[in-house]
Every structure is written in C-alpha cells, then in structure tokens.
C-alpha cells in the first residue's frame, strides 16, 4: 500500500439521526453525521456546519494533526451555556470532507443520541460486531499456578478485534479471592463494568475480572457473568492452556 493510501483519514456518512446536547439545548442535529476514523479502533462523529443549532466562538487555541491538518478550537455556546473549547474545525484540512464538518468533543455535551437511543463513551463502530453464545467448554483460569475459576457453563463473546472473551458464573469462581475495586469502566456495546482486584498468596492483582450487572440490551446475555482478562492469566480451554494475547488491555 502506498504511503499517501495509508495515510489518508478515513471518512464515512452515516444513515443515522444524531443528536447532541448541552444544557438541555440541542447542539446539533444532523441526519448526515461523519464517521471519521482518527484512531484504528473506532470512530468519531463530525457534524455538518449546517446542522449546528450552537454558536461557535473561536479561542484563539489551535491543534495539529499530521492526517487531519491544523484544526481550530471554538467554545460551543447555546442558550447562555458555554462548553469551552468543545468544538474544532479543520477548515483547510488535506482530507477535504472535514472542510466542511465540526468536530464536537464527546465529553463535554451533556448527552449523545443515534436516532432515540442514548450512546455512551464513543460512537459505536459499524465494522464492529458482539457475539455471546452459551457453550459447554471447560474453561480454567490460574494465576500463578491457584486456580480461581473453573466452570463448564461459560458464555463467550466475541468482539470484532478482540479476543475470545470467557464469561462465567460467579459460583464457578474462587470469590473469596476477589476483593471489589474502586474501578468502573463504560463501554458502548456492553454498558457499565465493575471490577475486582484478585488475591493470590502475598501479590494483589489489581482488577483483573469485571462484570456487567445490567449491561446494553444487545449484551444481556453476559449480565451478572464475570470475565477474566486473557491477557495477563492462565487460561485453560477443555484441558489445553491457551497463548496470551497481546492486546492494548495487556
């Protein structure tokens, strides 16, 4: 592939309504949102300057992307609410579609929503898809060399890019090793994750398992299941120790 093929910002109109908030007040409304990919992993949504119900006040402040171009900050400001710098514009960017779009920093509006559904955390990839299916496989997981899982019932789910993930009954694993951690995650596809640190002889394992008590819809199937990361554990399969992952989580 060549260079300027690899380089080129990937850019996508979605069929989606979205709409973001701020204050109560709708920012923007668009039944044309961008999906530009920054990062390999997932996308970020880009607004059309027409479909902006905010003002944008510039700040002076600039940032520099080398795929993206000079980008221009803004304050969003509706109805008396401002979100400083909330807003960037790449107004002579090399990757023209973005000319024309705003990107709206997720964090600072209030709320997110893709047609009348709330969306948490980011926008959720069209490339990525979530699989859980009940199986009947033996699954292990030792830490140095204590077993603390061991079930028959697991529920595993696949996540585009990821790997395998095995979800099992809390009475399948070793709880009185578990300690609950101050750490909570939120994820697009599978809802809010708590987690716990694990206990093994003398060395703490901090978070280590998670669980989604009442996960998104689509993912119910793993609710009140915990999971161990593959990463950084022992993981037997029907007998046969698996190979760790290299994953950004590792």
């Known amino acids: 592939m060549a260079e300027a093929q690899r380089d080129e910002v990937r850019v996508e109109t979605s069929p989606k309504r979205v709409r973001a908030y701020l204050g109560g007040q709708v920012v923007a409304d668009t039944l044309r949102p961008a999906l530009v990919w920054e990062n390999p992993y997932y996308p970020a949504y880009y607004i ?24 221009t900050g803004y304050d969003v400001v509706v109805d008396g609410v ?37 969306v948490y955390v980011h926008p959720r990839n069209p490339y990525s898809r979530v699989d859980i299916l009940a199986s009947s496989r033996h699954i292990r997981v030792d830490i140095d060399g204590v ?23 809390l009475t399948d694993i070793r709880m009185d090793l578990l300690s609950p ?3 909570h995650t939120s994820c697009p596809y599978k809802g809010n994750a708590d987690y716990w640190n694990v206990q093994v002889g003398d060395t703490e394992y901090p978070d280590l398992v998670w669980i989604y008590r009442t ?13 161990f990361y593959n990463e950084k554990v022992d993981i037997y399969i029907d007998g046969e120790l698996q190979e760790r992952p290299e994953t950004p989580f590792g």
């Open 215 to 227: 996960p998104t819809p689509e993912s119910q199937k793993v609710a009140g299941l915990a999971c």
């Open 147 to 169: 077993t603390v899982a061991d079930s028959r019932t697991p529920r595993i789910l696949f996540e585009t890019g990821l790997p395998a993930r095995y979800y099992l009954p």
């Open 48 to 71: 059309p300057v027409a479909d902006l119900h905010a003002k944008l006040e510039p700040t002076g402040a600039t940032r520099t992307s080398e795929r993206l171009g000079e980008g």
């Open 181 to 183: 951690s101050d750490t």
């Open 82 to 118: 401002t979100a400083p710098g909330a807003a960037l514009r790449y107004l002579e960017s090399p990757a023209a579609a973005l000319r024309e779009l705003v990107r709206l920093d997720w964090n600072a509006m209030d709320e997110w929503f893709e047609e009348d559904e709330p």
